[in-house]
């Protein structure tokens, strides 16, 4: 299991890491620029594109900040068919897009869904398959290997036990234990952390690197919190961008070969967000493909959240002066 407690000796250009993630001006210019020359140099400069689909907005879980969880009832509730899924997986194999990334709650009735679509998705169209699903058992994890999937995203959100408990009435050990059980079943994992939980402090954001570390994930993300409504956190102010953009340069320099997506939130918070993501050393996007009468019920961090397009895509990987990795055929 992985160690909740180490010791911040990690130094960057110098200096120690709160500094760092609290950088603005020209030490965070700074910083940007030496995570892009670490992107360049581990050749990392294409961008990654996957295509998300929400398949269910369905949820067990009951996390503080997000409007999905089980006993909100003021969700319109849906869960997509496998051949509504694998419709849309064809559209995403069509625009040249390698990567079909499902994503759900916590909600154990994919199950039966997940049987026919990651190996039809797989045998059809060639494409490889992300899953953010949540915490399921060492066995699920093996079954959905087995069908063919590649890869997991699994957030710890915050590497502070007690305040993981206190957001998502869950212990952030079984998370961890789950995030092993994935490494060990053969996935590359991703994983991260939610920046401007309350309560969070500089030493918090350290500790959330130093576990990101120890994880050793392939791919690593801070996304900002964004108070969403019919939620216990509605009425809190939402993280700053300026720290999630710190946080996701120190883990280009930190995990050179990771991938470190610019998150939809970013854009959310502040136009250009996505392309300052990009400027600071991400590589990875996601464009939506949840059908649009479905995106509005996946109020996974707000209302009225910024739907990333294709075209979106290709015009802030121009911006950033970046290309599309091309799809391997
Ligand atoms: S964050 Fe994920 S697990 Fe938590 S309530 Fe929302 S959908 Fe469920």
Redesign the pocket.
């Known amino acids: 299991m992985y160690a909740l407690v180490a010791e911040p000796t990690e130094r960057i250009l110098g200096r120690p890491l709160p500094e760092l993630i609290d950088a603005a001006g020209e030490l965070q210019q700074e910083l940007f620029a030496q995570a892009r020359r670490i992107r360049q140099q581990h050749q990392m400069d294409q961008v990654r594109l996957r295509g998300v689909i929400e398949i269910s907005n369905y949820?067990?879980?009951?996390?503080n900040?997000?409007a999905?969880?089980?006993t909100n009832q003021n969700l319109d509730r849906y869960r997509l068919s496998a051949a509504e899924i694998l419709e849309i997986a064809a559209e995403i194999h069509r625009l040249g897009i390698g990567t079909l990334f499902l994503q759900a709650?916590?909600d154990p009735e994919c199950n039966a869904i997940l049987e026919t679509v990651i190996p039809e998705a797989k045998r059809h169209f060639g494409l490889q398959i992300l899953l953010c699903l949540?915490e399921y058992d060492r066995a699920t994890y093996h079954r959905w290997r087995a069908l063919g999937a590649d890869s997991y995203i699994l957030k710890f959100e915050t590497s502070e036990p007690e305040r993981y408990r206190q957001i998502?009435y869950t212990p952030l050990t079984r998370r961890l234990q789950c995030i092993r059980w994935l490494q060990e079943a053969g996935f590359q994992v991703g994983t991260g952390n939610i920046v401007g939980l309350p309560g969070q402090t500089l030493d918090t954001l350290v500790r959330d690197i130093l576990l990101t570390q120890e994880i050793q994930p392939n791919f690593a993300s801070s996304s900002p919190f964004i108070p969403n409504e019919n939620t216990p956190f509605s009425q809190l102010e939402s993280g700053s961008v300026r720290r999630t953009l710190n946080m996701m340069a120190i883990f280009r320099i930190l995990l050179p070969q990771a991938l470190v997506p610019t998150v939809s939130a970013l854009e959310k918070l502040e136009t250009g967000g996505q392309l300052a993501g990009l400027n600071a050393g991400a590589n990875v996007i996601t464009i939506n493909f949840t059908p649009p009468q479905c995106r509005s019920k996946y109020v996974?961090y707000s209302e009225g959240r910024f739907v990333v397009s294709l075209d979106h895509a290709r015009t802030i990987i121009n911006q950033a002066g970046m290309t599309v990795q091309p799809v391997a055929i």
């Open positions: 949820c067990q879980k009951n996390c900040y997000c999905m969880r089980a709650g916590q949540g998502a996974i």
